[in-house]
């Protein structure tokens, strides 16, 4: 069984900066796809970036530059730098990760996800 755990969510302003962690826990051997995605109250939950195993990264439209996906495929853990953070990026930030592969050789090919980090944005 896998683990997600988040870190590093807090108050911020306007124009604040905020870096977020999470670590992946088990006996992992690969994890094919690991990222973040946010849920602001009312609104559906969206991809903010992501890492794939091949090195590739992607990021949400809103994004623009000011966010940095940053993996660590020895610690199984990734982080999220963001930069400019807008009134809109108050909402609960989840770690997630996609098609795990365990060091005994068994796999979980569905969706994982950590119980989530509260980012909130005052002015």
């Known amino acids: 069984q896998v683990q997600l755990v988040e870190s590093g969510g807090g108050l911020v302003r306007p124009g604040d900066s905020l870096t977020l962690s999470c670590k992946v826990s088990g006996r992992i051997y690969s994890l094919y796809r690991l990222g973040w995605y946010r849920q602001a109250a009312g609104k559906q939950r969206e991809v903010v970036a992501e890492?794939?195993?091949?090195?590739?990264?992607d990021y949400g439209d809103f994004v623009k530059g000011r966010f940095t996906i940053l993996r660590d495929r020895a610690k199984n853990s990734v982080e999220l730098q963001m930069n400019d953070l807008k009134a809109d990026a108050a909402a609960v930030y989840y770690c997630?990760?996609?098609?795990?592969?365990?060091?005994?050789?068994?796999?979980?090919?569905?969706?994982?996800w950590g119980p989530g980090t509260q980012v909130t944005v005052y002015s």
């Open positions: 997630h990760t996609e098609r795990v592969t365990y060091c005994d050789d068994t796999s979980e090919p569905g969706d994982s």
């Open positions: 890492t794939i195993s091949d090195g590739a990264r």
